[in-house]
């Protein structure tokens, strides 16, 4: 018995072929306002470097850095946009003000941990769903 072989297709002209080839990486744009700012970010939290650095779970070394105009690129950039983001919901569910205070005490509903505790835990998901059952009403 002989196999047949299938003929192949033929290549297309229209552009290049992404097969054995590394795919292009999406860049942050290079502009100004879509740029993070770590501390901005930081001082909103009302946090001090040390504590800050615990919870974007980078060095007090990197955060500085940043904090000095170094650029945000890749995971840290990732990391600094979910930590904004979490500092935005926090402030919908109490005064913007406390928000720092508030990562710094322990919380029954974290099994007395501090919510800093719990994020550095890799928990923050814990938090996450604290937030939807405040903003949504579900009673406890």
């Not at 299938?6 to 097969?19: D, E, I, Q």
């Not at 879509?34 to 901005?40: F, G, K, M, V, Y």
């Not at 105009?69 to 926090?90: K, T």
Request: aromatic residues 4%; without cysteine; proline residues 6%.
């Amino acid at each position: 018995m002989s196999v047949k072989s299938r003929p192949r297709p033929a290549k297309s002209r229209s552009g290049p072929s992404l097969v054995g080839r590394r795919a292009a990486t999406i860049q942050e744009p290079k502009t100004t306002s879509l740029q993070i700012s770590a501390r901005e970010i930081r001082e909103k939290l009302g946090l001090q470097r040390k504590l800050f650095a615990r919870i974007v779970g980078y060095s007090e070394r990197a955060v500085a850095g940043w904090e000095a105009d170094r650029p945000l690129r890749g995971a840290s950039l990732q990391r600094m946009r979910e930590v904004a983001r979490l500092r935005e919901a926090l402030a919908r569910v109490m005064k913007e003000r406390h928000v720092g205070h508030w990562l710094m005490t322990p919380n029954p509903a974290f099994g007395g941990l501090k919510p800093v505790e719990v994020i550095e835990r890799g928990e923050i998901d814990r938090i996450w769903r604290m937030i939807y059952e405040l903003e949504s009403g579900i009673p406890a």
